[in-house]
């Protein structure tokens, strides 16, 4: 159902603090111009731990919007309260999301069990496509893929974000998995080598900055066509190489993009600007890519 490529939107804001609308519209225009299979506001790269409820709420209603249609929007409802994320489901379907997308518990490390009845509560309560987010170096903890394989069943829990980093859980999965049930890649440097076992596209940080380029990954992958599909992963990995090690996601990619002037570069506590170094470093890459 979900496939391709799909934008992890950044959060604009502007020097006060708030969501930067226009900003966000043109990011949004910008994206669908360019032919992304979708957009994934509020996640990690929409800054959502530093938003609040009613910010999150208008994210998504606003992206929403400015895409009227055009593009399917996930978007993400996750949380380590189970009742904090029903809460935002609520809000996102009533919004007109096509579905949402939900990271593991972080901080308090949930059992398999608490992990089955924390999905299992959503997808039960609120009738809307649900996405697993794994992502073990943020949350701590791995979802294993019996658990996985338990929540694939339900019909509801369509598809994962998968970023754990271990490509024999990777394989396993898409080998025992329903064939209804999606594997999209949560890094985007593992977008090629994760269609190559079966996967079936991104959501992604980089989009943000070149669109294009990650929909033609996507796209030589879905076509079969997996020699130039390499070749434009390796064109492309310096760029996404640099978005995700320079400093913490979103810090480079809101930089790169504020750089390149398609927003201010504006971040909430705890998150910081690049540091001088990294700066250099960033543009160094930009102008490589011909981005400055």
């Known amino acids: 159902m979900f496939k391709g490529a799909y934008t992890a939107i950044v959060t604009p ?3 006060s603090g708030d969501i930067d609308k226009d900003a966000l519209k043109r990011l949004v225009d910008t994206q669908i111009a360019a032919g992304i299979d979708g957009l994934v506001p509020t996640g990690t790269t929409g800054e959502s731990p530093t938003l609040s409820n009613d910010e999150h709420h208008e994210m998504v209603r606003l992206v929403i919007e400015y895409a009227d249609g055009r593009v399917p929007i996930i978007a993400g409802a996750g949380s380590n309260s189970t009742a904090e994320a029903l809460e935002l489901t609520r809000h996102a379907k009533a919004d007109g999301a096509a579905a949402t997308l939900h990271v593991a518990g972080y901080y308090n490390k949930p059992s398999a069990a608490g992990y089955l009845r924390h999905f299992l509560s959503i997808a039960d309560e609120i009738d809307l496509p649900l ?16 658990t996985m394989l338990k929540l694939a069943e339900h ?3 369509v598809g994962v974000k998968e970023a754990s980093g271990d490509y024999t859980q990777r394989m396993e999965l898409v080998l025992r998995r329903p064939d209804d049930f999606v ?3 949560g890094d985007d440097e593992a977008t090629f080598p994760m269609m190559a076992i079966g996967g079936e596209g991104v ?3 980089t989009s943000n900055l070149v669109p294009e380029r990650m929909i033609a990954i996507v796209r030589k992958m879905e076509e079969g066509d997996l020699a130039g599909a390499r ?3 390796y064109e492309l990995l310096p760029l996404m190489s640099a978005l995700m090690k320079l400093d913490t ?11 390149t002037g398609q927003i201010g570069e504006h971040y909430r506590l705890p998150m910081t600007p690049l540091s001088t170094g ?4 960033l543009q160094e890459v930009l102008t490589e890519y011909g981005l400055l």
């Open 13 to 15: 804001f502007t020097s």
């Open 131 to 146: 996405i697993v987010y794994n992502i073990a170096p943020r949350t701590a903890k791995n979802i294993d893929n019996d």
């Open 155 to 157: 019909p509801n829990i």
């Open 183 to 185: 594997m999209l890649s």
């Open 203 to 205: 959501i992604s940080v």
């Open 231 to 233: 070749e434009l992963h």
């Open 249 to 259: 996601n979103p810090i480079p990619i809101k930089a790169a993009l504020a750089l």
């Open 278 to 281: 990294a700066r250099a470093q």
